[in-house]
């Protein structure tokens, strides 16, 4: 079971928008902005979408959007294609006995 | 360019130890705040983080697996290596390396990942 939980999967047409949230506590996305997003098309590494809760690294679609309120994080993505058809994890720094960073178990998108 | 390329074997047996490297280009493990991490993720399962070095040789593990796994880093060969002793099964996975560009001014995100490495536990 991971520390944060993600719905399994998610679905939306092309050119509609979608919001994967991610629940976790206030030891870890309640309690501080570092809430991250990734990417992950099958058998290639995780691609940072969004970081800080809701910034986007350069090169990213600002079709992918990020928000948080309270143990609760979101991920958007408006304007639905079908290159967004991937596994999206939510990463967020925890406040254990020491540095500790826990992941969502993960989504499905798929554009229908 | 930042990249990031793990090695290591691809079979491991049950009770062996893991010794993986890591090797990068287009950063210095010596310049402040930067930090590299593992992380893996069992076929079909989500990601796990398991470790990390800082510019400052510090180490931090996960609490689940501190007994087993141990980080060091060479920064003259751009290198950061990571052990697991007593590998099981359940340790089969893709191990992966990724990049933390500033853990002094507190964004705590890993911005570049290597492509990973499967690693398979069986007798």
């Known amino acids: 079971q991971s520390a944060l939980t993600q719905p399994a999967s998610v679905s939306g047409s092309p050119g509609q928008s979608i919001t994967i949230s991610c629940t976790g506590t206030?030891?870890?996305?309640?309690?501080?902005?570092?809430v991250s997003w990734y990417q992950q098309h099958p058998g290639k590494a995780p691609k940072l979408m969004i970081y800080d809760v809701s910034n986007r690294p350069s090169g990213v679609s600002n079709r992918f959007s990020g928000s948080k309120s309270g143990n609760t994080a979101s991920l958007t993505i408006s304007g639905l294609q079908a290159e967004d058809e991937a596994d999206y994890y939510c990463?967020?720094?925890?406040?254990?006995?020491?540095?500790?960073?826990?992941f969502g178990g993960g989504t499905k998108l798929t554009v229908l | 360019q930042v990249t990031l390329r793990e090695s290591g074997p691809a079979l491991v047996k049950p009770t062996q130890t893991l010794t993986l490297t890591c090797t990068f280009s287009g950063f210095s493990l010596s310049t402040s705040g930067m930090c590299v991490s593992w992380i893996r993720q069992p076929p079909g399962k989500a990601l796990e983080w398991l470790a990390l070095?800082?510019?400052?040789?510090?180490?931090y593990y996960s609490t689940s697996l501190k007994t087993r796994l141990t980080i060091s880093k060479d920064t003259s060969k751009n290198q950061v290596v990571l052990t697991m002793t007593n590998m099981d099964p359940v340790d089969t996975a893709t191990y992966y390396c990724a990049r933390i560009p500033d853990i002094l001014t507190g964004p705590l995100y890993f911005d570049y990942w290597g492509q990973g490495t499967l690693v398979t536990v069986s007798s």
């Open positions: 070095i800082d510019w400052d040789d510090d180490k």
């Open positions: 206030s030891s870890d996305v309640g309690g501080y902005n570092y």
């Open positions: 990463s967020s720094y925890t406040s254990s006995s020491t540095l500790n960073w826990v």
